[in-house]
């Protein structure tokens, strides 16, 4: 089966401008999910939809960032305005189910802002 | 609220010798508890999961860990590290109480030495 696929790989702003990120789960994957990996650390749940609607995004910095799974399948992350602190991997991953079983995450996005 | 102590940040052994990544979880609920590995540039890949089955879990490349619920531990282990096992590795917890969510560790990472 095809991976979560995630673009794109790099991207390099400066501080103050606009960024996206898009995800497209797995086929079937009714749960995808959001996390950011600053370096040397472990990956924190940014938001968690369930289909196309949010579960928890208790840990999204709302005034800058947001994001959307419209029609339950792909779904974007949106960083406005972007900050030097926001440097990191986004990881994207979706679950089966609710994640009893692990999930499949996407290669990320590195982004560096600068 | 559950968390992950993953100790030590880097573990380095020799190619050949055995290999032990030490995770300690504190949950309010039975948990469902996962490893996962990370190589350079690359997104997060499920290793293993325990999941209430059997308390030691065998999964991908040889690694297995044990769960044992009195130490609140899920360590890590191979009997022969391989150059190919150098990488990030991330324990994380998932708690079924009020919606799964899913916590991860800081990470261990393991340098293999020739």
């Known amino acids: 089966e095809a991976g979560v696929a995630q673009s794109p790989r790099y991207k390099i702003i400066e501080k103050r401008q606009s960024v996206a990120f898009w995800c497209n789960p797995i086929s079937g994957h009714a749960t995808l999910y959001w996390y950011q990996q600053i370096l040397g650390q472990g990956p924190k749940l940014l938001i968690q939809?369930?289909?196309?609607?949010?579960?928890?995004d208790s840990q999204l910095p709302k005034d800058r960032f947001s994001a959307e799974r419209l029609k339950g399948v792909d779904s974007t992350l949106k960083i406005q305005p972007a900050k030097l602190e926001d440097s990191a991997v986004y990881l994207c991953?979706?679950?089966?189910?609710?994640?009893?079983?692990?999930?499949?995450f996407g290669s990320g996005t590195r982004l560096t802002v600068v | 609220a559950q968390s992950v102590t993953q100790l030590g940040s880097h573990v380095s052994v020799s190619e050949g010798a055995l290999v032990l990544l030490r995770c300690n979880y504190s949950s309010s609920v039975p948990p469902y508890l996962f490893w996962y590995v990370q190589y350079p540039n690359q997104g997060l890949q499920l290793l293993l999961k325990y999941t209430s089955a059997a308390t030691l879990v065998k999964g991908i490349n040889g690694f297995e860990a044990e769960f044992k619920k009195s130490e609140t531990s899920f360590h890590l282990t191979k009997p022969s590290a391989h150059m190919s096992d150098a990488a990030e590795y991330f324990c994380a917890v998932t708690e079924g109480t009020g919606g799964f969510k899913t916590i991860f560790g800081a990470g261990t990472r393991l340098f293999v030495k020739a």
């Open positions: 939809f369930q289909n196309n609607g949010v579960v928890d």
């Open positions: 991953a979706s679950s089966l189910g609710e994640g009893r079983n692990g999930y499949t």
